[in-house]
């Protein structure tokens, strides 16, 4: 396996032979798994993230920008624009043994950018299903995939054990193209550099493992937090610093390739951090997962040269689904075939123009355990697990996860424990001045309560039904000489 850093400078020294200087700008597309809102420099972490601070000050930061808690549900809005309800993954990840996946019929970004005459790759994290090939990045829409298919694995062998459903089951999660790799050769490099053999604008999609568990990295990222005594947080934090050094050569090489101008670079996590792996999200209520601000207010920003305004901060609503149709404009590319749930936003990112989002259905999730009994006359069931943002309001129904503040490790006195009781299943909240959901104020308004009880019926009549397939046990890497690779 090539190197990332041998990667971009192979992939970037390429393009600036073959770039048409066309107006369709690049876009590097960077992800960051399971990174917590509190645990980038500039939101007042002890961690530092030199690069991510300069990238984020220089650019425009998104400080009402949203993901959804956990991974599958981000990455399959990330590339098709949707919302998880319209496309049956409302209820979790995938796992690596379910027959699942982001359906085919809809189309991806890379898709559609690759249309629009982009080269397209992907490296890293996939989690999106591989059951079968057509579910594999290479057919949905990208020229180029290296990375790992399944949600987390070892860090260095890159073998992953399937947790929850089928433990035991255990293979190494590596593939180049559709062809599994358990080697540590240089073989990437020639499929790349051997695929791209024409004038291309660039989409390279950066799904990074980072930061997510296994708590691992080289001790010498660590060295300098050696004072924080939480021994998961002090790992984080090194993996953290290792990301951010990442970032910085990514960026350096498209700068040396002279591919910098005319780049649009994103940098969004996943999901909220998850406390008991080393993240944190203070101020916010709630961890990776949840439905509270800190399982999907993101960590986001945006860097080109290309912005019209820069060092600014917007407070305008962005989701996670916005991305395909905002990168499919810049692209020039066409919206045959797409059904979005997502806004264009750059003139918002780029020149503070009015956000194109008053409205965020977080999610309504059907299979999740119901909560309390039904509320308020309503046709939607308060039992059910959903949230909503509409203008400065959001409601929380259901089961939203564990509601606790949870301060870093150096200020856990300020923790404190989730104050509602087990029958409660309605909550409203005025995000814009109660970003971190102390006061429930859906006593005072019911009718906005009601208002929003509405909306989510009408959201779920537009729904498809969840699908969460039992596991099939013939994905065991064990009968497909030890790797995770399609299987059916
Ligand atoms: C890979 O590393 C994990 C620890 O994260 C270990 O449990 C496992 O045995 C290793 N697998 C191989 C094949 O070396
Ligand atoms: C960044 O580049 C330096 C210099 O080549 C290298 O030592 C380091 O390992 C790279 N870091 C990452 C995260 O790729
Ligand atoms: C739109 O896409 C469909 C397939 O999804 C194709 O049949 C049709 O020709 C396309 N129309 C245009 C104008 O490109
Ligand atoms: C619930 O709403 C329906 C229709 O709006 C109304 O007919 C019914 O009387 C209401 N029930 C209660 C208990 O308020
Ligand atoms: C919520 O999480 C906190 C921190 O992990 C824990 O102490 C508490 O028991 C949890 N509450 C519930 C109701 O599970
Ligand atoms: C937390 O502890 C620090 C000193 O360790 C103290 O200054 C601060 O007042 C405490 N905060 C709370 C909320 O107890």
Redo the contacts with the bound molecule.
């Keep these: 396996m090539v190197t990332l850093r041998e990667y971009l400078v192979l992939t970037a020294a390429f393009c600036f032979h073959t770039i048409n200087g066309a107006q369709q700008p690049n876009i590097l597309l960077v992800v960051a798994d399971d990174y917590g809102f509190h645990d980038i420099g500039y939101h007042g972490s002890e961690i530092k993230t030199p690069t991510l601070n300069k990238l984020a000050g220089e650019g425009v930061k998104l400080e009402n920008y949203y993901v959804q808690p956990i991974c599958s549900p981000t990455r399959s809005q990330l590339l098709s624009g949707r919302y998880q309800i319209h496309t049956g993954l409302q209820h979790d990840i995938i796992w690596a043994c379910q027959p699942n996946g982001l359906p085919l019929e809809d189309p991806t970004i890379a898709d559609k950018l690759r249309e629009a005459g982009y080269a397209t790759h992907a490296v890293g994290k996939w989690h999106l299903g591989f059951y079968k090939d057509e579910y594999l990045p290479i057919n949905r829409g990208f020229d180029s995939y290296f990375g790992y298919l399944t949600g987390a694995e070892?860090?260095?062998?890159h073998?992953r054990?399937s947790s929850l459903i089928h433990k035991g089951y255990?293979g190494?999660d590596m593939t180049n193209g559709k062809t599994p790799d358990t080697t540590e050769t240089g073989k990437y490099s020639t499929h790349l550099f051997t695929n791209r053999a024409i004038d291309i604008p660039l989409f390279l999609y950066l799904p990074y493992q980072a930061v997510h568990n296994?708590l691992?990295v080289p001790e010498k990222y660590v060295a300098p937090y050696r004072y924080i005594n939480d021994q998961s947080r002090r790992t984080y934090a090194g993996m953290v610093a290792a990301l951010d050094e990442g970032v910085a050569n990514l960026t350096n090489a498209f700068k040396a390739a002279g591919l910098w101008d005319n780049t649009v670079m994103v940098f969004t996590t996943d999901n909220g951090g998850q406390i008991h792996a080393g993240g944190n999200n203070w101020p916010l209520r709630g961890w990776k997962a949840s439905l509270w601000e800190g399982g999907l207010h993101g960590v986001g920003f945006v860097n080109s040269p290309l912005l019209k305004q820069k060092g600014v901060v917007r407070k305008e609503l962005i989701h996670v689904s916005d991305w395909f149709p905002t990168f499919l404009n810049l692209a020039g590319g066409s919206f045959n075939g797409t059904k979005l749930d997502g806004y264009d936003q750059w003139k918002t990112i780029s020149e503070g123009s009015e956000g194109q989002r008053s409205e965020l259905l977080h999610n309504i999730d059907p299979l999740y355990s119901q909560r309390g009994s039904k509320r308020y006359n309503n046709t939607f069931d308060t039992r059910t697990r959903s949230a909503l943002r509409m203008g400065d309001f959001k409601l929380i129904t259901g089961d939203p996860g564990n509601g606790s503040w949870i301060a870093p490790p150096e200020q856990a006195n300020h923790s404190r424990p989730d104050p509602s009781k087990r029958s409660d299943n309605v909550w409203l909240f005025n995000i814009v001045k109660d970003p971190n959901e102390n006061h429930d104020i859906s006593q005072q308004y019911p009718d906005i309560v009601d208002k929003m009880l509405f909306k989510l019926s009408a959201y779920s009549k537009t729904a498809i039904p969840a699908r969460y397939p039992d596991p099939d046990p013939r994905c065991n890497p064990a009968l497909h000489g030890g790797v995770w690779t399609p299987w059916e």
Excluded: A, S
């Design positions: 070892d860090y260095y062998n073998t054990c255990c190494i296994p691992q």
